[in-house]
């Protein structure tokens, strides 16, 4: 490929072939796999990748280029930020050789769906806290607790898993990130209802679950910092759109769109709300534009994404505001079947969660302010004592 | 230009030039300086931009090699801006360097190009443009045929940089379009009155024509396109200033937060403080992030629409809350916080207030 034109321009052309006019919303999910892997077969997925693990070794502005021109298809593809954004660019900094070899190419290719086993009932913004043990047994961990907040369980293969390894140091010192295979014996996946009545999210306990000795990321004990930069990448991922999709969604069209079936579209409170929408969304697009570059220029990013990330749960509630600041009392009762009603009430129900998921907005900005700004850091009274002390209430 | 926190990814040519600026704005352009040239009959320091003209080339960065200019380039201008919005310094660089060195360029009337450029690129000509606002609406100054030439009758105001100039540039709106006159402001016919300003640094002036001798640029009715890119070009710039002077405030309300202790700590270790400069920079990243873009894309008017009406709400929202964050110090008149804050507030509304840039924007998208 000579040039991001180019590639533009074979991207449209993939797309007006294999998708066309049909609503993106309505390719039934077997569909949508077999699309992902075509458009990765095609060469046209994941340009921005190393080629030894099936990327084509390109440049961040072919990712600009793949988002401006996939972004109306999105829901025609399964969702790969976790998976790509998320997994395989966290194993692609801290797995073997023979850990990237084995994974990645499946999981772009879209053969394999990864999740994160991250947050446990005791264990929320303070990840640090997780007391899911993973203990030796011969050429095996054996990995016993309970994780929660776990998105698409249920349709992933594989999850890393932030697991505690040793008691008796202290909670940062002592958890280990492994790769755990979900249909192992052992795991069992329950969905969790979210208040928009869907099930994105699940409960997973783990059961003397069974993982090779050598599907651990990075070093035994040394699963903290896989985890920040694991973060890093999610916050990049959802707010940065290294993969593509991001966390909220360009909701302008849409809205303007409601507006006018509304009869609103000269209403000068629904003109402000439209007009704020579309600068909030195309400045963090300008805003990702801009992390990719330093991104791909080799420069030192830092916990940036948090920024990112907050920008993008405001996003997301501004727009689902300002939809039902149009529908009015259409919003709040509708026909059965007016899935366009729905759908507004839906975002509105949907928008507390991303404030919330990938870590909240109040963590966020204790990241930007001490990681980013470099002012003092909250006081961690448990951070030198034995995990053992420190959580004494759930490890006896 | 700066890192914010999203290192900034520039060619070396444009990091060379934002350092020499900088390193200009921090050594000829200290608070005392400053203070002073706020103070003077100016309202500017006319050895500073003897030095910026002189030494930097900056007044003709954007006029042609050929009229004793660098021939720069939009992104140039943003590079420059930025730090002189860091300063803040106050300077005609704006009026003379952008819009009216734009708008005789695209205006492209080889007589005012051979008679004006050469002293704008030079700095030894400030030349201002007679607008403030977005539209040029059509009085109260009326332009009449005189022999070989023209008379202007009527007022504009408020002018920025009118008090200082040596040529004024007055577009003038008539029946058959937009037409652009030079006027020599020391003309007796032509009354300067300075006005009362919020932004101590830009002075601004009611100019009044009394049958003022004006000089026809270019085509009678035909400047409209000319004018639109120099005023796109000025927006520009002034979206620049703000985002330097935004990131001067971070930089300001960060560094007071470090070492201000109450309590036995920084001030900047209460979460309260903590997450309030996390929204600062929130802010001061996505004013950042429109720049390269604005300076680079030019067919873009959504672009710059969003721009115009994001940029200046958000930094007179760090200005305000650079001022929390300091204080009681915050709030004197000794203080630079308010020469931002000032600045923020009248930057919001020159060239078009934050809810007349997001009807545009909605117009170019169509809705």
């Keep these: 490929m000579t040039g991001p034109e180019e590639y533009r321009a074979r991207l449209r052309a993939w797309f007006a072939a294999e998708i066309g006019d049909r609503d993106p919303d309505t390719v039934p999910p077997e569909e949508r796999v077999r699309l992902a892997r075509s458009l990765h077969d095609a060469g046209l997925a994941f340009v921005t990748w190393p080629a030894a693990y099936g990327g084509q070794g390109l440049g961040a502005d072919f990712q600009t280029v793949f988002n401006e021109e996939a972004a109306r298809y999105a829901t025609a593809f399964p969702p790969a930020a976790v998976t790509v954004g998320i997994c395989a660019a966290t194993l692609l900094d801290f797995g073997t050789e023979a850990q990237k070899t084995r994974w990645i190419p499946a999981m772009l290719r879209g053969d394999a769906a990864w999740t994160q086993l991250l947050s446990e009932p005791g264990a929320g913004s303070d990840l640090g806290s997780v007391a899911t043990r993973a203990e030796p047994d011969g050429d095996h961990w054996v990995v016993n607790g309970q994780k929660v907040w776990t998105s698409g369980a249920r349709e992933a293969d594989y999850a890393l898993a932030l697991v505690r390894t040793d008691l008796d140091r202290p909670k940062y010192e002592g958890v280990s990130m492994l790769v755990v295979d979900l249909r192992a014996p052992g795991v069992d996946i329950r969905p969790l209802r979210e208040m928009t009545g869907e099930a994105l999210f699940n409960e997973v306990f783990l059961d003397g679950v069974r993982v090779p000795r050598d599907a651990v990321v990075g070093e035994v004990n040394g699963g903290w910092p896989v985890l920040t930069r694991m973060l890093h990448h999610e916050r990049m991922a959802l707010s940065a759109g290294t993969t593509g999709g991001r966390m909220d969604r360009d909701a302008f069209p849409e809205l303007v769109a409601l507006a006018r079936a509304h009869g609103r579209l000269a209403d000068a409170g629904v003109r402000a709300a439209l007009a704020e929408v579309y600068i909030q969304t195309r400045l963090l697009d300008l805003l990702g534009r801009r992390m990719r570059a330093a991104a791909q220029a080799g420069r030192h990013l830092g916990p940036v994404g948090s920024i990112g990330k907050i920008a993008t749960a405001r996003s997301a509630r501004l727009s689902a505001e300002a939809g039902m600041l149009i529908a009015g009392l259409a919003g709040q009762a509708w026909e059965p079947g007016d899935t366009r009603a729905a759908d507004t009430a839906r975002q509105l129900l949907f928008f507390p969660m991303t404030g919330i998921a990938g870590g909240t907005t109040e963590i966020q900005k204790n990241i930007v302010a001490e990681r980013v700004l470099g002012l003092p850091r909250e006081p961690r009274p448990d951070r030198d004592l034995p995990f053992r002390l420190s959580a004494v209430d759930r490890v006896g | ?367």
Excluded at chain 2, 8 to 25: F, G, N, Q
Excluded at chain 2, 98 to 114: H, K, M, S, W
Excluded at chain 2, 204 to 227: E, K
Excluded at chain 2, 263 to 277: E, N, S
């Design chain 2, 1 to 367: 230009m700066t890192a914010v926190f999203v290192p900034e990814v520039l060619d070396a040519h444009r990091e060379d030039l934002a350092a020499t600026v900088r390193t200009l704005v921090e050594r000829q352009s200290p608070p005392e300086r400053l203070r002073a040239a706020i103070a003077s009959p100016d309202g500017f320091d006319r050895d500073l931009w003897t030095v910026m003209a002189e030494q930097v080339g900056l007044a003709g960065l954007l006029v042609a090699e050929r009229y004793g200019g660098a021939g720069g380039d939009l992104l140039d201008v943003v590079v420059v801006q930025r730090e002189l919005g860091r300063g803040p310094v106050p300077s005609p660089y704006l009026s003379s360097a952008v819009f009216a060195a734009t708008l005789l360029r695209e205006i492209g009337d080889a007589a005012a190009c051979d008679r004006f450029l050469p002293g704008i690129a030079a700095g030894t000509t400030i030349a201002a443009v007679a607008a403030a606002d977005w539209d040029v609406a059509p009085g109260p100054v009326a332009a009449t045929p005189a022999g070989a030439g023209w008379r202007l009758t009527g007022e504009r105001s408020p002018v920025p940089d009118a008090m200082a100039a040596d040529l004024l540039l007055v577009p003038v709106a008539g029946p058959d379009g937009l037409s652009v006159f030079a006027v020599d402001p020391a003309d007796p016919s032509v009354t300067r009155t300075p006005l009362e300003v919020l932004d101590l640094t830009r002075r601004q002036a009611r100019v009044a024509f009394a049958g003022t001798p004006a000089t026809l640029v270019g085509p009678p009715g035909g400047a409209g396109p000319a004018y639109a890119a120099s005023r796109r070009a000025t927006v520009v710039a002034l979206v620049a200033e703000q985002v330097g002077g935004g990131e001067a405030l971070m930089g300001m309300s960060l560094a007071y937060a470090r070492t201000r202790h109450q309590f036995g700590r920084p001030i900047g270790g209460f979460q309260a403080v903590k997450h309030k400069l996390a929204e600062m920079a929130l802010d001061v990243e996505r004013m950042a992030s429109v720049l390269v873009p604005l300076a680079t894309e030019p067919a873009d008017d959504t672009l710059l629409h969003l721009a115009k009406a994001y940029c200046g709400e958000a930094y007179f929202r760090l200005a305000a809350e650079n001022i929390q964050i300091h204080g009681g110090i915050g709030f004197t008149w000794e203080h630079a916080s308010h020469l931002y804050f000032r600045r923020a507030k009248s930057t919001e509304f020159l060239f078009g207030s934050p809810e007349f840039h997001r009807g545009q924007l909605l117009r170019h998208l169509g809705v």
